[in-house]
């Protein structure tokens, strides 16, 4: 579905309502500007008629069908560069990080963007890039920014709330209670997807903001500096996170271990105290004819008196050592 098409020139939208594909298309060959076209969960015949309109190579479309791709940027001998972003965000009702993708193409007048999943709506990235006429003046280059800048604003938020439920259940575990080893593993999984989210765009980014990819300008590329600063504080952050959840499910397993080591222990502690007794009762319950004291009246109440106090001297024992 096509949500947005403008054409940009001079700093200005020409336009209010969306143009029609075919229309921008034939802009882009005879008028100077760009147009950007916002696309989100396009059929694969809207993206044949993306191709066939602005000529974009077949494997990057190829690639802007499928999902779950890695972040990178591609150029291609068409002039055209390729660029895969995914988007993240919390939803605090299933306490887990939604991903999502968004494919740029980026031509020397077009930019057409195609997005997959609910995170990072990009209307409000064309809205503050609308508001820097200077910038727009520098044409694509500027839309790659503002949509850069807006996910990578994106990505802050969720750092917060993964940092939020790895408090919570460091504070579990560091107290001397069991946490649930699925929600430190979830939380693991989850953090390590959102690196592999971040961290490839870590090369990509400060290319571009050293103008040594897709030819940036220097007045767009101080732009992509300060998302270069934010994207490399969040991997620094996400890289802290993965680490401090590996040490939390080690913490987790020793406490589990420490609590089994009680467990067998006191166990084994009235093991023992039963022990004593139960060998006792099994000696004089043999029915041999001849035994010592098997006659003697005061035999029995001597035997129970051994037993109880045999009992309760283990059981001291055992209480004093930390055993029960």
């Avoid at 000529?55 to 001998?77: C, I, M, N, T, W």
């Avoid at 965000?89 to 007048?109: H, M, N, Q, T």
């Avoid at 579990?172 to 693991?188: D, E, K, M, N, S």
Wanted: proline residues 5%.
């Amino acid at each position: 579905m096509i949500v947005d098409c403008a054409h940009y020139r001079d700093g200005r939208r020409q336009h209010e309502g969306p143009m029609r594909p075919e229309e921008a298309a034939a802009i882009c060959g005879r008028e100077p500007g760009f147009v950007w076209l916002g696309m989100v969960d396009p059929s694969p015949d809207e993206l044949a008629s993306m191709q066939d309109a602005f000529g974009l190579h077949e494997l990057a479309v190829e690639d802007a069908e499928s999902f779950h791709l890695r972040p990178k940027v591609e150029q291609y001998e068409e002039g055209i560069a390729f660029v895969v972003l995914r988007t993240a965000r919390y939803l605090p009702e299933r306490e887990e990080v939604e991903f999502g993708e968004i494919s740029i193409f980026l031509g020397a007048s077009f930019v057409i963007t195609v997005r997959q999943g609910a995170a990072s709506d990009l209307h409000g990235a064309r809205l503050r890039l609308e508001e820097r006429p200077q910038l727009l003046r520098e044409g694509p280059q500027a839309a790659l920014w503002a949509i850069l800048d807006k996910v990578v604003d994106d990505y802050a938020p969720v750092v917060e709330e993964l940092e939020r439920d790895i408090e919570e259940v460091e504070q579990t575990v560091f107290t001397g209670a069991v946490a649930p080893v699925q929600r430190i593993y979830l939380l693991r999984r989850e953090v390590s997807d959102f690196y592999r989210a971040v961290h490839p765009l870590l090369g990509p980014v400060s290319a571009l903001s050293r103008g040594s990819l897709l030819h940036v300008t220097p007045s767009v590329g101080q732009y992509f500096r300060d998302v270069n600063d934010h994207l490399n504080l969040v991997n620094e952050e996400v890289v802290a996170q993965r680490d401090l959840l590996t040490t939390i499910l080690q913490a987790n397993m020793a406490v589990i271990g420490v609590q089994q080591s009680d467990i067998v222990r006191k166990i084994s502690g009235w093991a023992a105290i039963i022990t004593v007794p139960t060998f006792i009762a099994s000696f004089y319950g043999m029915n041999f004819e001849h035994m010592p004291e098997l006659r003697w009246e005061a035999a029995y109440p001597l035997v129970i008196a051994l037993m109880v106090l045999t009992g309760l001297l283990l059981h001291r024992s055992f209480k004093r050592a930390g055993w029960l």
